[in-house]
């Protein structure tokens, strides 16, 4: 069986900036109002590295910080696991624009923050961590993909994992071909049963079948849910936010899906 | 850690296709390295390129997925037998208890580089029959492969830039030591493409001329191609008809918390790695017989890795990098150096430096000039990346 707790929780989307916001839309006590998600640079970045960072990497670590702070861990003393459809997306966009002029001629920063593990390097970076941060994609099952892998990390190694999810829209043409809306940053502090401060516990069992994504009560937040990868974590937010025993089916890779049943502490 | 089977490998990279032919240009000193020959590729230096990815027959019911990138990954399946032993060790778990968790960096972007060249003048669109989900998501390889090999267990691809295929080994040991799947595909498959030859070109990090990684005379990376995989089982659940090939016996991991692209000076996060490394494999450092240097051929990674090795393993084991062959492979480079180590165990076989005209005199950790040929019990593969991102991977005989 893999079961861990839940010891903290942070979201930064479209119409909420804290886990806070989120639950009070999530159990109905505060009417959602869709607006732009609000990125800001985490302060625990350096000045160069806030000019520097991406609308993703702010994304990342904004819901990496509060999920922390909640937690009352350290940063630097966690292992974590980021998850992304497609990591830096923009910069990846400004470099394939880059590379149709006739003599193209790349930015060298650009290139070393298109990487996928640019959000875990600058997390990594702002707490002179040397953690192992993972980096992982599921495409349109990032979430629920990098959520498994933390679990499997919690249970084998007996030890808490901080597990971030974030994905925004590509800039055009990209985004035509593959949409998404929106922004969306999710992070969760994993811990062993039984921890001290667990908002929740949680099983995690393979299951026959489910739902491309699991549905959410919420109707604009399960629209939400629909158009960006990292929102579809909404369906297991939404038990934690409401306090209620509860067991959501989520996919981690097409045709493949996991039970995670919440017991809320 | 509990050590787990390796009962099914393949490689192929410009050293060749197959474990087969890699070892035998592994045994002759001979690299795969050429001048680029890519007409679209439009950069002046050394590739190692895999021949026949143009002409590959790709499975037509999965002709969404064509891209150069799956196709390197099909042809690495179709080696050495390897989806054969994935559909035997199927039918025998269940397709769902298989887990595939591969490394790639840069995925299909190859043809999203063609979209982009071909996007309409007037409304910038990309053209039709451009599959992004399918080609450029970096989970397309993962995707593909279960398609594939007919396999529905969880999947993930790791990016972590030139240690994804590495970590990839750790998570899937995980994913079956914490029992949500039985075995797994593992490995990483990276190609060619401007984004990679251009970006390192513009961090002044490419050399032109072949790669000469742990030379005094290093300049930089050739960069390559290659598709790596292995299937991984708890021990002693193969058939008897398959004995295992390998044994990971363990691995370690850390982050620099340093820079994007440039390593901590004194290896710090490397020696966390190897350090970890060893103490999940219950071996000490005089038991390691080999160790293949991520060695790309910069001068400060080989020289904080220099600076790593000899502090963790002293100045007696030999080590390598087999980059001067391969080419810098990039999301593949971990798997790709994991079997280079490994096929030393299988064939008593210690490569030397590939490339190399005289070691940096400044550099304590032993670097082989020439191959030595003998038992090989043990060894350690190294993967860095960019982010700060360390991998070591311990590997064992089988029995």
Known sequence: MT????????????????????????R???????????????PILSPRERRRASPTVRLALGAATQAVEQAGRQAGDLPAVFGSCHGEGKVTHSLLDALTAPEPVLSPTQFHNSVHNTAAGYWAIAHSSQSPCDSISGGDYSFAGALLIGAAQVVCEKRAVLVVAYDAAMPEPMNAKRPMTGAFGVALVLD??????????VQCVQA???????????????????????????????????????????????????EWTVTPC | MDPLDITAATLVCAMGRGLDEVAAALRAEKSGLRPNDLPWLDVDTHIGRVDGLEDLSFPAALSEYDCRNNRLAQMGLASDGFADHVAAASARYGAHRIAVVLGTSTSGIRQTEAAYEARDPA?????DGFHLKETHDYFSLADFVRLALKLTGPAAVVSTACSSSSRAFIDAARLIGADLCDAAVVGGVDTLC????RGFKALELLDARPCRPNDRSRAGISIGEAAGFVLIERPDQSEPSNPPYLRLLGFGESSDGYHMSAPNPDGLGAQLAMREALRRSHL????????????????LNDRAEDVAVSAVLGRDVPASSTKGGTGHTLGAAGVTGVLLAGLGIRHGIKPKNLNIEAVDPDFKSHVLTSTQIGPVRHVLANAFGFGGSNCSIVLGAAA
């Open chain 2, 123 to 127: 409304s910038g669109a990309l053209p």
């Open chain 2, 194 to 197: 401007r984004l990679t030859v």
């Open chain 1, 208 to 258: 026959p079948t489910g739902a491309q994504w699991a549905a959410v009560s919420h109707s604009e937040l399960n629209t939400l849910a629909a158009e960006n990868p990292s929102a579809r974590s909404l369906a297991l937010l939404e038990p934690i936010s409401r306090r209620e025993p509860r067991a959501v089916v989520l996919g981690c890779a097409p045709g493949a899906f996991h």
């Open chain 1, 192 to 201: 062993q049963c039984g921890a001290k401060g667990a908002i929740c516990e």
């Open chain 1, 28 to 42: 109905g006590e505060q009417p959602y109002e869709a607006a732009d998600a609000a990125i800001v640079a985490p």
């Open chain 1, 3 to 26: 079961e861990f707790a839940i010891t903290g929780i942070g979201v930064v989307g479209p119409g909420f900036g804290s886990w806070d916001d989120c639950a009070r839309v999530l």
């Open chain 2, 284 to 299: 000490t450092a005089d038991q390691i017989d080999y160790v293949n240097l991520h060695g790309t051929g910069t001068p």
